[in-house]
């Protein structure tokens, strides 16, 4: 008995330690599966992936290239963030009908709203490619030549590998470089808006809760896939019908617990967990804080207009939650490297790792590794640091700097492509820009212009500052450019792209926004760029040997492929957590807590009078549990950016939630995962279901949804276990 206790323990303790990892759905057979079935799943991994017949993947698209979304109706209905559906939620509201702030819903199919440029992305088919991608690359030994002959590779099989016509070959590469596996998508286009609550419940807590638990966010959307008479992608038409698709999750009526099994399924963009300490130490040291200095300036500006101008606050709304957003995560990942000593933790194991290349005779080839990425990265540093200053000031949160961006590659293409392919680029422009003016405000960005070009003259590398930066007056620039530019306004835009090349060239040489977006981006492709693309090249080289020697050499631990904004699995428990000394937090939350935080008329923590009177009557539904009203749980689930929206899936294969966000202590996660204090975070799947449903009267859509109960004839087993 004691010893089963003893193995039970070990056995609790290991499965623990491992949590953590994304992995490729067509290949958990295995440890994986063992893993997973040890921590409660019921299902078996031909569920979750199958070539031959649908499975739980054929529910799970991308949506947009960026979240993830998961079907939850034979009619094409799918459930994503209402962060992810945000800009189309915006670019459907006006002052007058304001979806982001009263929300939206179709109690018909002919209300829903189509959203050009939204793509849903179902992913048929995983196969791997490795062989094929690097024939002929063994002789090369130039990295460039290497890397170029490897872009052919994947672009000739791209074409030549089998698929449907309306179908698409992707080849994405694992393990940086040393795995290349195949995916076969179908993309839809025609994707239209159903249901999204106010802000007030999808984004409650804005940026404040943003990365925080306790959460009560209602943080969901939902759309709607339509396709061609034969279920084929197609662009928008009124004739579309909606999508059947190949399998659709059924929905779970019966919650979580703690210690319940669940997997999420989604498309992680990118994740770092393989890095030399060196690296982590320049991110902790140098690139978050000049990142983070920077959007904390643009952010301060934005949120004074958006205070007090309600026209401002929808412009900027989009735009303000995406900058916050890294803002937040990049404060969060630096404290939470800085608290769980991920640079010591790392230099001890890569000492280990120097060991083992002795014990094994490896050094010829592993031998140097570790020397020349610290030699590499303290090389790139001022390259580094000036690149991430180019790309926040001028690419990212200075608009004005970022349309002259556009402008300058325009005659970019003039001078390196001709005439013709400069009018196509040119009209190009003035067509898409047409929105982006929609939501520039000229008094807001020359504020902000004045800040970032100020913190650029005086805290970027010096080295590189181009001469109309040295010793800069800001406040003057900043009225000089925005009283003369014409690039502040979609009018002013339009003239100066009116008439020939020659003539179109000559009055952006004569504006003076545009000429100091060359000055800047002259200074930096000449003087940082190159360097800084020769010293990546080698690091990433490095950074795949590294790899290479890794899955080589340390055999006990399992490793994952980093993310790469394929489709994965993770998996784990429903988990609460310590986050500092004498504090506990349990892992899931209620509608009483929405009413703990609720603040009349706060832009951030209002609570809909609707909401209130749901929660005073106590009207659940059957959404309910025990009289309250669960909104969100943590799981042990090792997520990142691109998670968003991913369905969390019960031991059984059904729905219970919605991914959206992770906990401020383990935001690190993405470059170094610590199992005891990384929790994702997701929106109960119930209290979707109540908004829909109590909420919003959205019947209809209620209608569409397979709704099951696999706890309630549980046996009594499983009680009695919790009981201990
Ligand atoms: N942090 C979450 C993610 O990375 C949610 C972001 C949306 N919310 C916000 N307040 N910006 O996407
Ligand atoms: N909120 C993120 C997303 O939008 C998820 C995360 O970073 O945990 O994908």
């Given at each position: 008995m004691k010893f089963l206790k003893l193995f039970l323990l070990l056995f609790v303790i290991q499965t623990q330690a491992q949590q953590g990892g994304m992995w490729i759905p067509s290949l958990l057979k295995g440890m994986n599966e063992t893993e997973m079935k040890n921590l409660g799943m019921k299902i078996s991994v031909q569920d979750i992936y199958d070539v031959n017949q649908s499975s739980m993947k054929d529910a799970v698209p991308h949506f947009n290239g960026g979240c993830t979304s998961e079907v939850i109706s034979p009619k094409g209905l799918i459930l994503t963030n209402h962060h992810c559906g945000f800009s189309q939620i915006q670019s459907h509201s006006t002052v007058d009908h304001d979806y982001l702030t009263d929300g939206f819903w179709a109690y018909k199919m002919e209300d829903e709203l189509p959203n050009e440029g939204l793509t849903v992305t179902f992913m048929v088919k995983i196969e791997d490619v490795t062989t094929a991608v690097l024939e002929g690359t063994a002789t090369l030994t130039n990295e460039a030549a290497k890397q170029k002959k490897i872009q052919e590779n994947?672009?000739?099989?791209?074409?030549?590998?089998?698929?449907?016509?309306?179908?698409?070959?992707?080849?994405?590469?694992?393990?940086?470089?040393?795995?290349?596996?195949?995916?076969?998508?179908?993309?839809f286009t025609d994707v239209r808006l159903v249901g999204?609550?106010?802000?007030?419940?999808?984004?409650?807590?804005?940026?404040?809760?943003?990365?925080?638990?306790?959460?009560?966010?209602?943080?969901?959307?939902?759309?709607?896939?339509?396709?061609?008479?034969?279920?084929?992608?197609?662009?928008?038409?009124k004739d579309n019908v909606p999508y059947t698709p190949k399998h659709f999750l059924p929905i779970s009526l019966d919650g979580v617990a703690e210690d319940d099994f669940t997997l999420v399924f989604g498309y992680p963009g990118k994740t770092n967990e393989y890095l030399p300490s060196v690296a982590i130490e320049q991110i902790v040291n140098e690139l978050n804080p000049a990142k983070i200095e920077i959007r904390d300036k643009a952010l301060k500006v934005a949120d004074g207009f958006m205070r007090k101008d309600n026209a401002i606050k929808i412009q900027y709304a989009s735009k303000y939650a995406s900058i916050a957003n890294y803002w937040k995560k990049w404060i969060g990942e630096t404290q939470g490297l800085k608290k769980s000593n991920a640079v010591a933790v790392k230099k001890e194991s890569e000492k280990e790792f120097q060991q083992k290349i002795v014990k094994t005779g490896k050094e010829k080839e592993y031998g140097t590794l570790l020397a020349d990425f610290d030699?590499?990265?303290?090389?790139?540093?001022?390259?580094?640091?000036?690149?991430?200053?180019?790309?926040?000031?001028?690419?990212?949160?200075?608009?004005?700097?970022?349309?002259?961006?556009?402008?300058?590659?325009?005659?970019?293409?003039?001078?390196?492509?001709?005439?013709?392919?400069?009018?196509?680029?040119?009209?190009?422009?003035?067509?898409?820009?047409?929105?982006?003016?929609?939501?520039?405000?000229?008094?807001?960005?020359?504020?902000v212009f004045e800040q970032l070009i100020e913190?650029?003259?005086?805290?970027?590398?010096?080295?590189?500052?181009?001469?109309?930066?040295?010793?800069?007056?800001?406040?003057?620039?900043?009225?000089?450019?925005?009283?003369?530019?014409?690039?502040?306004?979609?009018?002013?835009?339009?003239?100066?792209?009116?008439?020939?090349?020659?003539?179109?060239?000559?009055?952006?040489?004569n504006d003076p926004g545009f000429l100091l977006v060359k000055e800047l981006a002259d200074k930096y492709s000449k003087e940082v760029a190159p360097k800084y693309d020769e010293l990546n090249l080698t690091i990433t080289a490095l950074q795949r040997t590294y790899m290479k020697a890794q899955l080589e050499l340390n055999t006990e631990s399992r490793i994952f492929p980093d993310a790469n904004s394929t489709l994965r699995v993770t998996y784990g428990k429903v988990k609460g957590y310590e986050p500092k000394d004498a504090t506990v937090y349990t892992p899931v939350t209620y509608l009483d807590g929405v009413m703990e935080k609720y603040i009349p008329g706060d832009y951030e923590f209002d609570v809909p009078a609707k909401l209130i009177d749901l929660y005073k009557t106590k009207d659940y539904g059957p959404y309910g549990e025990n009289g309250k009203m669960p909104v969100c749980f943590i799981g042990t689930n090792h997520t990142t950016g691109g998670n968003s929206g991913s369905p969390a899936i019960d031991a059984n294969g059904n729905l219970i939630g919605l991914n959206f966000d992770r906990v401020w202590e383990g935001t690190m996660s993405d470059i170094y995962y610590d199992p005891s204090i990384c929790r994702n975070i997701m929106v109960d799947i119930r209290y979707v279901l109540f908004i829909m449903d109590k909420y919003a009267g959205a019947k209809n859509l209620i209608s569409e949804l397979k709704l099951v109960h696999p706890k309630k004839n549980k046996p009594l087993k499983n009680k009695k276990l919790k009981q201990k």
């Open positions: 994947i672009t000739a099989l791209s074409k030549s590998l089998p698929k449907e016509n309306w179908q698409e070959n992707k080849i994405r590469t694992f393990f940086e470089g040393n795995q290349y596996i195949l995916f076969v998508t179908e993309t999204a609550p106010p802000s007030s419940i999808g984004k409650f807590g804005s940026d404040t809760d943003n990365w925080v638990w306790p959460r009560h966010t209602g943080d969901f959307s939902l759309f709607r896939i339509y396709a061609d008479k034969n279920n084929r992608p197609a662009a928008y038409s030699k590499n990265y303290t090389e790139i540093a001022p390259y580094a640091v000036a690149r991430d200053y180019f790309t926040e000031v001028v690419l990212r949160n200075t608009e004005l700097l970022s349309t002259g961006y556009k402008l300058y590659q325009l005659e970019e293409v003039y001078k390196s492509k001709g005439e013709q392919s400069f009018n196509d680029r040119k009209n190009n422009l003035i067509a898409g820009l047409a929105d982006f003016y929609k939501n520039f405000n000229a008094t807001v960005d020359e504020k913190l650029y003259a005086t805290k970027s590398p010096k080295q590189f500052l181009p001469k109309g930066l040295v010793n800069v007056n800001a406040k003057n620039l900043a009225s000089e450019v925005y009283t003369k530019s014409q690039l502040k306004n979609y009018a002013g835009l339009k003239q100066l792209l009116t008439g020939d090349a020659g003539t179109v060239l000559a009055n952006l040489n």
